[in-house]
């Protein structure tokens, strides 16, 4: 029965192998019906051998068998491109079989390696590790392609003088005195840079950090501490329901509320605060779409949520005894809550702080209809813009008559390579941060 | 219970830091209420010019016309089912392969390979749709090796899968899902009591069975719930769809499961109607009304789905206390 079930395995492999490799290319059309049917003959190998010298009649490995035959012939049968029902496409044949190749493959590995570790218990577990390692290798090579890809096409491009230039296209005219007559001469400014882009990435993320840090921990403390059942979960779903709406819908609220403000208050300041302002080469000033203060409003309701949630659950692990005894030594409720509460949950915050700012240097869906390229500097009250915007307007520029496409369509891996090394430090600080937080509750308990 | 009988006691009186608390934390709902009476306000126009056109299936702009967003929601049906086939058996194996089935540091391998996974933006998926069309769908689906001739005689040739399709944002979607659905599973799996599993192990099963029998079964609402969570997330995103699929309005293709075809699901809509130039006044009133609308429906869909999901978690949690 070794012999049988090795070759089971050797076949069964080669079948996914060749099954995975079919997904990324057209070339291995040749190969799956051969495989097919050696799988199909390794199985009723198998079958009988099983018959033979356990006495056992396996139907399922026969079922398997048969579907094999079944599908070899359908394979053999297909044309190399199929189309029709009016189907909105022409689907290559290797799709169809390396879902076969991999559907059939599995099973028939757990099959063989069942019987080759002899189908004890024990057996059974490991015999079906194929069927759960193998999806996931499948997403990880996928994952591992996109980070590769990133780091390929956007690592040569990158230098120093990329990451220090603010990007910048203006045209204007400038009075030049010639022979006693005023003369109109074009000037250019034209530079090719992420300096704006990054900058505003951290700016967005500290100003969101400084508008929802207070209000995330004061719907924790609430909802932990003071409020009763009921107000408590309206607030918690109110605050769940933030993040489970779509990041679309408040990026329309804001437009409309942005819109509002436009016709009601036209050419005021508080225009200028929503808008945002900066200053063009020749000392115009331009409006924008909106301001870095009015957009971290809104992102900063994607990040109140994860604040809270974490100052909630700082604020429950605290060991009882800890606070029982501050309360038996006589301090008030409130005390006990700035002096002992809120400094045991400071790192559960911190890290929910951390994610938070990971999620707002992310955050697109929000700010995509109320960004520009960031030429005209970066404060709280300029036009917004980060880089995940940036690689957006690398993608869309053209329809949004912005010229970055045009300039800097190319750089836009690695903007997402800079993009990907911020949000990925922030985001293995946070689990770190984690980790030890999670070794601090077993000394503590 | 000893917490609340001290706290009972000492009644919390209005000190300051309660006030700042109570007002802040009416934030959240102020936000909320905020936006659904600006989508309701928003939507009036909408509803008042293209009445019940609204919820039909063609979209023909002009006057009298019809505005019908019908394709738009099969749309986001679409999407939302291609990702979700996707992600959740991946992510199950996953979380399984993190709890009863890890061997040495696999499950602490799992956990944090998924927390880098899921700092990974939106964004970084979306710019990858090119690279996904010119390595999978465009060999796979859309006829790369035929000769031109040999394409002219197929009937959809016009039609093919340009740059962009459902397939494609669900398949990106579901990478954007994992990170997120995986760490969920794995909660709803580590939080079945281990009386259970050893009652099961006692009784001579191993471990397949005990998870098929066992884990699974009795995981099953926190296990909905996380599914619930992970179609509210692949339903309201934007950006990689506006990569994958593009902004355009469609009806229903006619097979109705025709994945290849630029469906636009709701979100990338409102943004094309809303902000066409990507500004509010571009595109007309009416337009940006409808996509008001269009974010109204969204909405309700995400409360629905929302509501069942915090159903089935409560629900979970009275079965894990009793």
């Given at each position: 029965?070794?012999?049988?079930?090795?070759?089971?395995?050797?076949?069964?492999?080669?079948?996914?192998?060749?099954?995975?490799?079919?997904?990324?290319?057209?070339?291995?059309?040749?190969?799956?019906?051969?495989?097919?049917?050696?799988?199909?003959?390794?199985?009723?190998?198998?079958?009988?051998?099983?018959?033979?010298?356990?006495?056992?009649?396996?139907?399922?490995?026969?079922?398997?068998?048969?579907?094999?035959?079944?599908?070899?012939?359908?394979?053999?049968?297909?044309?190399?491109?199929?189309?029709?029902?009016?189907?909105?496409?022409?689907?290559?044949?290797?799709?169809?079989?390396?879902?076969?190749?991999?559907?059939?493959?599995?099973?028939?590995?757990?099959?063989?390696?069942?019987?080759?570790?002899?189908?004890?218990?024990?057996?059974?577990?490991?015999?079906?590790?194929?069927?759960?390692?193998?999806?996931?290798?499948?997403?990880?090579?996928?994952?591992?392609?996109?980070?590769?890809?990133?780091?390929?096409?956007?690592?040569?491009?990158?230098?120093?003088?990329?990451?220090?230039?603010?990007?910048?296209?203006?045209?204007?005219?400038?009075?030049?005195?010639?022979?006693?007559?005023?003369?109109?001469?074009?000037?250019?400014?034209?530079?090719?840079?992420?300096?704006?882009?990054?900058?505003?990435?951290?700016?967005?993320?500290?100003?969101?950090?400084?508008?929802?840090?207070?209000?995330?921990?004061?719907?924790?403390?609430?909802?932990?501490?003071?409020?009763?059942?009921?107000?408590?979960?309206?607030?918690?779903?109110?605050?769940?329901?933030?993040?489970?709406?779509?990041?679309?819908?408040?990026?329309?609220?804001?437009?409309?509320?942005?819109?509002?403000?436009?016709?009601?208050?036209?050419?005021?300041?508080?225009?200028?605060?929503?808008?945002?302002?900066?200053?063009?080469?020749?000392?115009?000033?331009?409006?924008?779409?909106?301001?870095?203060?009015?957009?971290?409003?809104?992102?900063?309701?994607?990040?109140?949520?994860?604040?809270?949630?974490?100052?909630?659950?700082?604020?429950?692990?605290?060991?009882?005894?800890?606070?029982?005894?501050?309360?038996?030594?006589?301090?008030?409720?409130?005390?006990?809550?700035?002096?002992?509460?809120?400094?045991?949950?400071?790192?559960?915050?911190?890290?929910?702080?951390?994610?938070?700012?990971?999620?707002?240097?992310?955050?697109?869906s929000?700010?995509?209809?109320?960004?520009?390229?960031?030429?005209?500097?970066?404060?709280?009250?300029?036009?917004?813009?980060?880089?995940?915007?940036?690689?957006?307007?690398?993608?869309?520029?053209?329809?949004?008559?912005?010229?970055?496409?045009?300039?800097?369509?190319?750089?836009?891996?690695?903007?997402?390579?800079?993009?990907?090394?911020?949000?990925?430090?922030?985001?293995?600080?946070?689990?770190?941060?984690?980790?030890?937080?999670?070794?601090?509750?077993?000394?503590?308990? | 219970?000893?917490?609340?009988?001290?706290?009972?006691?000492?009644?919390?009186?209005?000190?300051?830091?309660?006030?700042?608390?109570?007002?802040?934390?009416?934030?959240?709902?102020?936000?909320?209420?905020?936006?659904?009476?600006?989508?309701?306000?928003?939507?009036?126009?909408?509803?008042?010019?293209?009445?019940?056109?609204?919820?039909?299936?063609?979209?023909?702009?002009?006057?009298?016309?019809?505005?019908?967003?019908?394709?738009?929601?099969?749309?986001?049906?679409?999407i939302?089912?291609?990702a979700?086939?996707?992600?959740?058996?991946?992510?199950?194996?996953?979380?399984?392969?993190?709890?009863?089935?890890?061997?040495?540091?696999?499950?602490?391998?799992?956990?944090?390979?998924?927390?880098?996974?899921?700092?990974?933006?939106p964004i970084?998926f979306a710019a990858m749709a090119?690279?996904?069309?010119?390595?999978?769908?465009?060999?796979?689906?859309?006829?790369?090796?035929?000769?031109?001739?040999?394409?002219?005689?197929?009937?959809?040739?016009?039609?093919?899968?340009?740059?962009?399709?459902?397939?494609l944002g669900?398949?990106l979607l579901?990478l954007l899902?994992?990170?997120?659905?995986?760490?969920?599973?794995?909660?709803?799996?580590?939080?079945?009591?281990?009386?259970?599993?050893?009652?099961?192990?006692?009784?001579?099963?191993?471990?397949?069975?005990?998870?098929?029998?066992?884990?699974?079964?009795?995981?099953?609402?926190?296990?909905?719930?996380?599914?619930?969570?992970?179609?509210?997330?692949a339903?309201?995103e934007s950006v990689i769809v506006a990569f994958a699929v593009?902004?355009?309005?469609?009806?229903?293709?006619?097979?109705?499961?025709?994945?290849?075809?630029?469906?636009?699901?709701?979100t990338?809509?409102?943004?094309?109607?809303?902000?066409?130039?990507?500004?509010?006044?571009?595109?007309?009133?009416?337009?940006?009304?409808?996509?008001?609308?269009?974010?109204?429906?969204?909405?309700?869909?995400?409360?629905?789905?929302?509501?069942?999901?915090?159903?089935?978690?409560?629900?979970?949690?009275?079965?894990?206390?009793?």
């Open positions: 029965m070794k012999v049988t079930s090795f070759l089971g395995l050797v076949i069964s492999g080669l079948a996914m192998i060749f099954g995975c490799l079919s997904l990324a290319t057209n070339s291995l059309e040749a190969y799956p019906v051969p495989i097919l049917c050696a799988l199909f003959l390794a199985l009723t190998a198998l079958f009988i051998d099983i018959k033979l010298s356990r006495k056992e009649t396996k139907l399922s490995i026969i079922f398997v068998a048969a579907l094999t035959l079944i599908s070899a012939v359908i394979l053999r049968i297909l044309p190399l491109y199929l189309h029709g029902f009016n189907f909105n496409g022409v689907i290559h044949r290797s799709i169809i079989s390396a879902i076969l190749l991999i559907g059939l493959g599995v099973p028939a590995m757990c099959f063989s390696l069942l019987y080759l570790l002899g189908a004890t218990p024990k057996a059974y577990d490991i015999s079906r590790y194929p069927l759960l390692v193998l999806p996931i290798c499948i997403v990880l090579a996928v994952y591992a392609m996109i980070i590769f890809k990133i780091i390929a096409a956007g690592v040569p491009r990158l230098n120093w003088a990329l990451l220090v230039t603010p990007f910048k296209y203006q045209i204007w005219d400038v009075e030049v005195w010639q022979n006693g007559w005023p003369n109109f001469v074009s000037k250019t400014v034209q530079q090719i840079g992420l300096l704006n882009s990054i900058l505003g990435t951290f700016m967005l993320m500290g100003l969101t950090a400084l508008i929802s840090l207070p209000i995330g921990i004061g719907v924790g403390i609430f909802v932990h501490q003071y409020a009763r059942p009921k107000l408590g979960g309206v607030i918690r779903f109110s605050s769940t329901a933030l993040r489970a709406i779509s990041g679309i819908i408040l990026a329309i609220t804001a437009l409309s509320l942005a819109h509002v403000v436009n016709n009601a208050f036209h050419d005021t300041f508080l225009n200028y605060l929503v808008q945002g302002f900066g200053y063009y080469g020749n000392g115009t000033m331009l409006t924008g779409r909106s301001s870095f203060l009015f957009a971290s409003l809104f992102v900063s309701l994607l990040v109140i949520p994860v604040i809270a949630r974490s100052t909630e659950e700082g604020l429950k692990s605290l060991p009882k005894d800890i606070m029982e005894g501050s309360l038996a030594v006589g301090a008030s409720e409130e005390h006990t809550l700035t002096h002992i509460s809120l400094p045991w949950s400071l790192p559960n915050i911190v890290t929910g702080l951390v994610l938070g700012c990971a999620e707002a240097a992310g955050a697109l929000i700010i995509f209809l109320m960004s520009g390229a960031g030429e005209l500097g970066v404060n709280p009250l300029s036009e917004t813009t980060s880089l995940a915007y940036f690689i957006f307007d690398c993608r869309f520029g053209t329809q949004m008559g912005d010229v970055v496409e045009t300039y800097m369509g190319s750089y836009q891996y690695t903007a997402a390579f800079v993009l990907l090394v911020i949000t990925i430090g922030l985001t293995v600080a946070a689990l770190i941060m984690k980790n030890k937080l999670a070794k601090r509750y077993k000394g503590a308990c | 219970m000893q917490k609340d009988i001290i706290f009972k006691k000492r009644k919390s009186r209005w000190s300051g830091l309660k006030i700042v608390a109570f007002i802040l934390a009416f934030i959240p709902i102020l936000a909320l209420s905020g936006i659904i009476m600006s989508l309701v306000l928003n939507s009036r126009v909408a509803i008042h010019t293209a009445g019940w056109s609204l919820l039909s299936d063609t979209y023909k702009p002009g006057f009298q016309g019809s505005y019908g967003l019908l394709g738009a929601v099969w749309g986001t049906f679409l939302t089912l291609v979700i086939i996707i992600a959740t058996p991946v992510s199950l194996f996953l979380a399984v392969l993190a709890n009863d089935f890890s061997i040495g540091f696999l499950s602490a391998i799992i956990r944090w390979t998924l927390g880098v996974l899921s700092g990974i933006p970084i090119p690279v996904f069309f010119e390595l999978f769908i465009w060999p796979k689906f859309a006829g790369k090796g035929l000769s031109e001739p040999a394409l002219l005689k197929m009937a959809p040739y016009s039609a093919l899968p340009l740059d962009g399709s459902t397939l669900g398949i579901a899902i994992i990170p997120f659905l995986a760490p969920l599973f794995d909660d709803a799996i580590k939080n079945v009591s281990h009386t259970l599993k050893e009652a099961s192990f006692s009784l001579g099963a191993n471990r397949w069975h005990t998870l098929m029998n066992v884990t699974l079964p009795s995981a099953i609402s926190g296990i909905s719930s996380a599914i619930m969570m992970g179609i509210l997330t339903m309201g593009g902004f355009k309005l469609d009806s229903i293709p006619t097979p109705l499961f025709d994945i290849l075809k630029r469906t636009a699901p709701l990338t809509v409102i943004v094309g109607f809303s902000a066409g130039g990507f500004t509010p006044i571009s595109n007309g009133p009416l337009l940006f009304s409808i996509g008001n609308f269009a974010g109204l429906m969204l909405l309700l869909v995400a409360f629905t789905i929302l509501g069942i999901s915090t159903y089935l978690q409560n629900r979970f949690k009275k079965r894990l206390i009793s």
